[in-house]
């Protein structure tokens, strides 16, 4: 008897382990294709794909450990000293599921329960039609051991200014392009540097190789398209040539990429301008020289004081090589720090423009300041240089800067209740990142004959009315009424085995959308 009691124990304890065990189709795929496979998909910046079971299952180990070591998803800024729009941050939880998966085997769980695969977009993701589509020359990358930034100067054609209130780079090769930075140059100066250049482009490795040269939007792979909130735009002058400086990692030499990039300007007769400039920067607020003597690590302070109030959208901190860390802020007339963004690992290839939740007021007297620490010895392994040198400012590859671009306009009383994000609620669920806001993702079976499963996605947890209609729009059944669901993915299964043959919709009401698909039952 005693021995019978002691198996049963025993039992129960692998039977409740192995029910605490995560499954990839319900626990492991939502945070993957939410956080990974909008770089780690067929032809995207990855090395291979993680969609669908088989491609996690033969990658469990590696992401065990890069979710672990923080490697991945990339996300330099540190969440804990300021929360930002999009973060490609995983929670403590998400983290432990995935490690539990991993180490119970990577189970794959009821597949028919699993989101539906995400899709990528060759063509852009934001909807409807470009106002300016421009596209550089089909280029060959010549990158072997070393990477490549090549430069390509298109006139815009444009015969009056323009606002940019949403624009987007959609690599001609994804496989390839690793980051794209848009300039605007009215001077002539990039196109005739364009021009000296057997080409197509020119190298350049820090920007657009002039000076007169205006930044104007920047991409990295998996970041979501520039947008403005309604009547803010960045200008596009007149007769400007737009300017694309792109990122092809080593060991892609013979790959060709024809980059485009899509504008969407504002139809508005008054629109509040959005500027895109260097704030803080190695040539006016530096506290002494831009100089790192070889076998030596310095560290640097930027500062400056707000003329106006100002609004801030955004802000992109930018250093080379030597780099190790940058962290920005602002101390407020009243004595109060706001803090803006810290990046304590900073690296080179993963930079880009970080949004606001909300747009922050600067108010007038501001001081604004930039930490930042380089090495310059051999204990840095992104040292361009073998032995170090000295190295001091420019925009070689062996040079350093020190910049923080401010994407700010003047203020208006109540800016600072604007929700930079709030678009996100309404993308297309082939977006960049899956998931975003609350979506009914799909229905299936679909045509349904007994059973049907309803899969969606809530960014927080909330109520939901899951119910299906006729084609007159009469609720033939409610599946279920103000149903308290988690925050994250569900699939939620139903018989429908007494509903006569026909098309219906299933309708998703939270409290703060509206959401259908069609359903055709069959039996």
Known sequence: M?????????????????????????????ILYNHCTSCHHSGGIAPFSLIGYTNALAYATPIK???TTLKMPPWPPQPSYSHLAHERVLSTTEINKIVNWANGGAPSGDLSLAPPDPTYSTSGVLPGTADLTLQIPVYTSTATTGDIYQCFSI????????????????????????????????????????????????????????SSAILIGAWVPGSAPMTYPTNFGVKLPRRSDVVLQIHYPAGTTGLRDSTKVRFYFSTASSVRDVFIVPVLNHSTNIDSTLFIPAYTTKSFTES?????????LAVAPHMHLLGQRIKVYGVHPAGDTDKWINIPKWDFHWQGFYSFPKIKKVPMSTQMRAEAFYDNTTANPDN?????????????????????????????????????????????????????????????????????????YLNNAATATLQILDEQGKIVRMLSQNKPLDKGYNALKYSVMDIPPGNYVVQMITPERILAQKLVITH
């Open 65 to 67: 450990n890069d979710v």
């Open 2 to 30: 005693e021995k019978r009691i002691l198996f049963i124990v025993a039992l129960l304890g692998v039977l409740h382990s192995h029910a605490q065990t995560p499954v990839w189709s319900t626990d492991i795929a939502p």
């Open 155 to 210: 006139p815009s054609g444009l015969l009056t200014d323009k606002y940019i209130t949403a624009f987007e780079a959609v690599p001609g090769n994804p496989a390839i392009v690793h980051h794209v930075l848009v300039y605007a140059d009215t001077t002539g100066t990039c196109r005739r540097l364009d021009s000296t250049y057997a080409g197509p482009g020119y190298p350049n490795f820090g920007g657009a190789g002039s």
């Open 384 to 456: 361009p240089s073998s032995p170090p040198r000295n190295v001091s400012l420019g925009e070689a590859t062996t040079d350093e800067m020190m910049l923080v671009y401010f994407v700010f306009a003047g203020y208006i009383a109540g800016d600072e209740n604007i929700v930079i994000d709030s678009a996100t609620l309404s993308v297309p669920k082939d977006f960049a990142q899956y998931y975003r806001g609350q979506q009914l993702l799909d229905i299936c079976p679909n045509p349904s004959v007994n059973d049907l499963v309803v899969k969606l």
């Open 304 to 312: 400056a004081i707000s003329p106006i109030d100002f609004s801030l």
